[in-house]
């Protein structure tokens, strides 16, 4: 089994970019779907984007479209979050979920089984 750490979280201010990293060890990561989950002070988790296993099937959550890019390294057994324009709204822990049973990029947590420690992002206004 892989296990998942976060990386790249920070303060912000709106408007502003952060790229956050998922790196995996323990195990091949190209063989997982990999999805990025948000959990805001005093709000429910909500996903936010997800990448399929090879890499060619992307989803978002409405409100990153545009501003959010997921991508993945392979190589490097990592997976990438590019946020920019990033909003006091986008602040919370991020975390990134794996899984390799899911076929495609996948937006509903329970379907994860992996699951990284969380990094957190803070957009000041």
């Known amino acids: 089994q892989v296990h998942l750490i976060e990386s790249g979280g920070g303060l912000v201010q709106a408007g502003g970019s952060l790229r956050l990293s998922c790196a995996a060890s323990g195990g091949s990561l190209s063989e997982y779907a990999v999805a990025w989950f948000r959990r805001a002070p005093g709000k429910e988790r909500q996903f936010v984007a997800a990448i399929s296993a090879s890499g060619g099937s992307t989803f978002y959550v409405e409100s990153v479209q545009g501003r959010f890019t997921i991508s993945r390294d392979n190589a490097k057994n990592t997976v990438y979050l590019q946020m920019s324009s990033l909003r006091p709204e986008d602040t919370a822990v991020y975390y990134c979920?794996?899984?390799?049973?899911?076929?495609?990029?996948?937006?509903?947590?329970?379907?994860?089984?992996?699951w990284g420690q969380g990094t957190q992002v803070t957009v000041s206004s």
């Open positions: 979920a794996a899984d390799p049973k899911v076929t495609g990029p996948a937006p509903v947590a329970r379907e994860y089984d992996y």
